[in-house]
């Protein structure tokens, strides 16, 4: 079909939709789009099961006790605002700054009663300058990596140092139930030992489901961009459309965040992905392009990774049980050095090691 070359096909398509709303799309990546309803709801009884299993239900029913952590990019000079302008206008412009690209990654941590634990600001340093300390909200976590992503080491860092002394210091009830993508940034040996002893539950979403699982991807960050660039925005005209550097970074992104994180909207994003209440009927499966029943074994989530902080082993809650553990041990032998992996293998039943790997002995399996 041709349409004219003139305006004559746009004016009959804005007689058509005169108010013309601004639409969306969502790009999943192929991942996430075999996701199916049944690999969700198979995840659901996974969890379910290890906490009816571990007498750990009441965890489950009290939303001061849930909680989720996601990392999102905040970029230095973000898209600018849509702008209104005459008809026919060929040439808008908006000036920028030279680093329109630079993003740096802030970990935002939730709970299901909208309380809100510290945030952590990653820093793409070797060493972090003295002069970016003072700019950081107190109470936060302060990270820095080389690539300024999230790392093991980070993670560990911010639940050891921050988040734990958080739950201390607000006398929330252990143990605690801790929702998070179970990306290899995330979950390390020295961590899962760490959560074991203090009575944090790591708990693995469903991967390439956090579209559907995630409350702050589903509730929170999205609106925060918005909110993201009116703060940017206003930044640079209060400071003659200077731009923003790393050291005006953090008190912005608090700005944002007080701005976004808000009481109802977390609660409403714990609700629709089914982890407060929790259970599989409240979440929003439209979200889902395949609906069949035929998913892989890696869509289903048929894995042991789900859940790592109680025992050496993971309750799945399905006859895959030995298949199971034996993914989980090729999982946890990917994350040792060769020589520590080897060390294992010879020890038998019995470890004369260094005490300091005894723990990750009886948690591998050997």
């Not at 605002?81 to 060929?90: A, D, E, I, T």
């Not at 945030?119 to 970016?132: A, C, D, E, G, S």
């Not at 074991?196 to 509730?219: C, F, M, R, W, Y």
């Not at 925060?224 to 925005?233: I, L, S």
Request: hydrophobic share 35%; net charge neutral.
């Amino acid at each position: 079909m041709v349409f004219p070359e003139k305006d004559g096909f746009l004016s009959l398509w804005r007689g058509i939709l005169p108010f013309q709303g601004e639409l969306f799309r969502i790009c999943l990546p192929t991942s996430r789009s075999h996701i199916t309803e049944e690999a969700v709801r198979a995840w659901f009884n996974r969890v379910h099961s290890y906490f009816e299993q571990n007498n750990l239900l009441d965890v489950l029913e009290d939303p001061s006790r849930i909680f989720n952590c996601d990392e999102t990019g905040f970029f230095l000079c973000p898209k600018g605002k849509q702008v209104l302008v005459r008809r026919g206008s060929k040439k808008v412009y908006s000036r920028v700054a030279n680093d329109e690209k630079e993003c740096l990654t802030v970990l935002v941590n939730v709970s299901a009663d909208a309380a809100i634990a510290p945030p952590m600001v990653l820093y793409p340093y070797k060493r972090l300058p003295k002069n970016i300390v003072p700019t950081v909200p107190s109470g936060w976590g302060i990270g820095h990596t080389e690539s300024g992503w999230m790392n093991m080491a980070a993670f560990y860092e911010y639940v050891a140092n921050c988040f734990y002394p958080w739950l201390i210091q607000h006398n929330i009830q252990f143990p605690v139930a801790f929702f998070l993508d179970g990306h290899t940034s995330h979950i390390s040996l020295p961590l899962t030992v760490f959560c074991k002893e203090k009575g944090i539950i790591l708990i693995a979403l469903l991967p390439n489901a956090t579209h559907v699982l995630q409350p702050l991807d589903v509730s929170v960050f999205r609106p925060e961009k918005g909110t993201w660039r009116t703060v940017v925005h206003d930044f640079r005209v209060q400071n003659n459309f200077a731009k923003l550097r790393r050291i005006d970074f953090a008190p912005q992104v608090d700005i944002c965040l007080k701005k976004t994180l808000v009481s109802q909207t977390i609660k409403n994003g714990f609700q629709c992905c089914g982890l407060y209440p929790f259970g599989p009927d409240n979440v929003n499966y439209d979200k889902l392009l395949t609906k069949n029943a035929n998913a892989t074994s890696e869509e289903s989530g048929d894995n042991a990774d789900d859940i790592s902080s109680h025992g050496s082993s993971t309750v799945t809650g399905n006859e895959k049980s030995v298949d199971d553990t034996e993914k989980f041990k090729q999982q946890f032998e990917r994350r040792l050095s060769p020589e520590v992996l080897l060390m294992f293998q010879k020890s038998g039943s019995v470890w004369n090691g260094d005490e300091t790997y005894k723990n990750y002995l009886s948690f591998g399996g050997y």
